[in-house]
Every structure is written in structure tokens, then in C-alpha cells.
DNA sequence: TGTTATCTGCGAATGATTCTCAACTGTCAA
DNA sequence: TTGACAGTTGAGAATCATTCGCAGATAACA
């Protein structure tokens, strides 16, 4: 899917929600629809920036929660370091962190999300999120 | 195990390592000991205080992340709360967080560690560390 | 018991994130 | 097209957990 697709799907998403579509959150849409990696709050509003917008930290981060509330995007909160966002493109998946490199990787493994289901209804409660990371090195 | 041998054996390893035992540490060692719960750095701070030992908080960090690194310890980090300490009795074993409550659980699932092991190694990493939360809801 | 490398306490510093508030601006109804 | 107004923005202050810097203690070992 194209950028400009994406960035449209997500405003779509945000009218219907009742949000109101400013320069700044379209710029800061567009910038995400573009990502390819996992841009903490600093890092996307260097991206905005550089891209002509103005755009104020704070009001990146005002954004990138309204955007959470949705469902837009996801807040990804690794060990010892800022959050990272990216745009939910309805998948769920987990990530893989290489330690060395830090490198971020996401993979999907049925088995493993059933098993986590089975654990949680066996004591008795129904899972509302999950997270799953693995630290990881490279074997050589 | 009581609480004074638990203690104790905090203190020989930490010994072991070359670290010092001073009266903040082994008071802290003795509130962690005792804590059948996952307390933050306020909270053993303020049961080392009604314990009757002058621990600063600077020094309840500073001595966290001693017994950490001598893996006497195991910091944990739930969504959108200080980090939290447990005893590290060796058994590894992951947390369930009622959402409600805000009860946190544990629980070991053999066959999820070894899904974790093999989704690893089929992308050529080893697994360092990882942490599995289950954001949990009571069922009705 | 003395020496000294390690600690401790205090308060200041940090870093990420949130808040406050006055000035602006989408949006929707007329 | 315009007006009205609730929602949004920017700038800086505030917050919160955690770490740091430094001068004065103090474990641990000779």
C-alpha cells in the first residue's frame, strides 16, 4: 500500500472517530504511514520537521496518543528506552530485539498466542493485551 | 524458606561478588526477603524507613540495581507504572497483571519457552532474556 | 586499629512525558 | 460563505521515576 493510501485510511479512521484532521496531525499521519522502522516521539517529530511541518513535541505527543486511543497506531515500550510507535495494520504480531544491534524484528506464532489464552482461562480471566519480547543475539 | 535464611543468602552472594554489606543493604535485604509481593522502590523505601532504618532512596536504587546485576534479583516493568522487584528464587517464571485490581500474578508454561527458543533459532538468534505479560481481565 | 576503596545522603540533574493556558482553527450549521 | 465554538496548538512549566555529583562516612582487610 502506498504512503498517501495509507496516510488517507488513517485520517478516514480518525474523522469517522470524531477527531479533528489538523495540519499537523496530517503531516505527523504521513510521516508514520511512511515508516518502515519504529520512531520513538523524538524521532518523529525530527521526521515531521524535516519534512516542512511544523510541529511541536508536545503536540506529537498529544497526536500519537489520540492515534493509540484509535487504534491507529501502537505504542511499543522496550526496556530501557523512549516508546516506539508503529502504525497497527491490523496483524497482531510480537517483536525480537536483537541486543547487539538493536534491531527490531516482529514474528506471529499461533501456537504461542493459544497457549497464552489456555494459561490465562484455566486461572480463570480472558486476556485484554498481551506483550511478548525476546532479547535475542545472533548466533554465530 | 524464613526470611532471616533468605536474607542471609542475599548477603553470601553478595559477599561472593565483592560487594559490601552495610546496614542500608542488609536492611534492604530484609525487606525484600519478606516481601511475598512485587514492591517498587517507594515501597521498600518506605518499609526499610518503618522498619526502623535510615535508607535513602537514592541508596534503595543504587543497591536495586547492585542486587540485580548479581542476579539476586529480577526488576520488572509493567506498562505505565515505576519498576517493581521480586526475590529471584531461581525459577524463572512470567506475570499476569489483572487490569482491575492491578494484582499480579506468576505462572511458568514449559511448552511457550520452548516456542520462544525455536521461533529464535529458526531466524538464527539465541534468546538473552525475554519477558511475557499477560494483561488480564476476570471473566464473569 | 589504620587505611582506603566503597558507600551514603543530600540535593541537583536528567529524560521522557504530561499539563496549563492563552491564542488559533477545523467543522458544522445557517 | 460565514460565524460560533469546541477542539487543538505551542511554549514553557510541571511531573515522575530514576540517576548523578560530591563531601563526609564506614565496611573490610591488612
Redesign the pocket.
Known sequence: MEIETRAQSFEDAL?RAG???????AALLRVLAAAEDHP???QLHQRATAAGA??????V???L??LEAQGVIQKL?FEGE??RFEPADGTHHDHMIDVETGEVMEFVNERIERLQAEIAAEMGYEIVRHRLELYVRRRR
Open positions: 474523522r477527531v479533528r484532521i489538523t495540519r499537523q496531525r520513538d516521539a523524538t511544523g510541529v511541536s513535541l508536545a503536540t505527543y498529544r497526536t496518543s489520540a515500550e523512549p516508546a
